[in-house]
């Protein structure tokens, strides 16, 4: 589990470093949203003149059909 959280946490990383490249934007990272008997954990929020964008990162491989 240990080596799955790098990996996952390494994704996570080159992603915001992308992001963080977006003129007049705004990144917050892991966010936590409280809705009615629930917590939900957001991996990016994006915030920009065109909108919130939500954003949920996976750091896998393989062929996607």
């Given at each position: 589990?240990?080596?799955?959280?790098?990996?996952?946490q390494a994704?996570?990383d080159k992603?915001a470093e992308?992001?963080?490249?977006?003129?007049?934007?705004?990144?917050?990272?892991?966010?936590?949203?409280?809705?009615?008997?629930?917590?939900?954990?957001?991996?990016?929020?994006?915030?920009?003149?065109?909108?919130?964008?939500?954003?949920?990162?996976?750091?896998?491989?393989?062929?996607?059909?």
């Amino acid at each position: 589990i240990e080596k799955e959280k790098r990996i996952g946490q390494a994704g996570e990383d080159k992603v915001a470093e992308t992001l963080k490249t977006i003129p007049d934007s705004r990144l917050m990272r892991n966010q936590y949203i409280l809705v009615p008997g629930h917590t939900i954990e957001v991996d990016a929020l994006l915030l920009t003149r065109k909108g919130i964008f939500v954003i949920e990162i996976k750091n896998i491989s393989g062929k996607i059909v």
